[in-house]
């Protein structure tokens, strides 16, 4: 995921899956605003990957702070 702008990163950014299935609510990806560094260009980055508990269809909501920035569905394989 790309965020632009100067102050978007300088709050907590927190990704929610929710399961479409089960209505599952799990924290996905979750970092504080410490340590951020320039990477190729751009002024912050945060290295990442994400795991899912389950197949099927997810909505990712992504948060800075307390405020929804915005909101993705994946669909999830399972690993093989």
Known sequence: MAFLGKDT???PFKVIGISK???ENVTVFEFGN???AP????DHHIPSSMDLPNAGKWKLEVYFGEK???KIIVDVTEKK
């Open 9 to 11: 990163l300088t709050q």
């Open 34 to 36: 410490s340590s951020l």
């Open 68 to 70: 929804l920035f915005g």
């Open 39 to 42: 990477n190729n260009g751009a």
């Open 21 to 23: 299935k089960t209505n």
